[in-house]
């Protein structure tokens, strides 16, 4: 089992409790190993076209805040996907079009890792 906090990896204590918690509750003869996970670092870029009535700055802002609420909704193991990061930009109304260049790859985390962002980039689309 790998655990990851909201700020990075718990402290020893912390593994140390969820180990004794666990092994109370464990079934005979299954073996039980208590970690954290570690994280894979993306960096983002984006193109992003204001929708009608939105300026530039206020899509590029809610952007930001969408891509940073998709990679911390990533549990650990699950996969960071160029169209989450798109799906989340398009779902906050602000964008008419958003794109996201090959460079920002689909990564399939390992079951030992959670993505967490490293940096976003937002600039404008080409009818931006």
């Known amino acids: 089992m790998y655990v990851f906090g909201n700020d990075g990896p718990v402290s020893e204590a912390v593994l140390e409790r969820l180990k004794t918690a666990?092994?109370?509750?464990?079934?005979v003869g299954v073996e039980l190993t208590v970690g954290n996970a570690s994280a894979a670092l993306r960096r983002v870029t984006l193109y992003v076209e204001p929708a009608a009535g939105?300026?530039?700055d206020d899509a590029k802002a809610l952007a930001e805040e969408a891509v940073q609420a998709y990679v911390l909704r990533l549990g650990i193991g699950?996969?960071?996907?160029?169209?989450g990061v798109i799906a989340a930009v398009m779902g906050t109304g602000a964008a008419a079009n958003c794109t996201v260049p090959?460079?920002?790859a689909d990564y399939k985390t390992r079951a030992d890792e959670i993505a967490r962002l490293e940096s976003v980039t937002v600039l404008p689309g080409a009818g931006a």
């Open 22 to 27: 666990l092994a109370a509750v464990r079934e």
């Open 54 to 56: 939105c300026s530039f």
């Open 78 to 83: 699950e996969p960071f996907t160029r169209a």
């Open 102 to 104: 090959e460079s920002v």
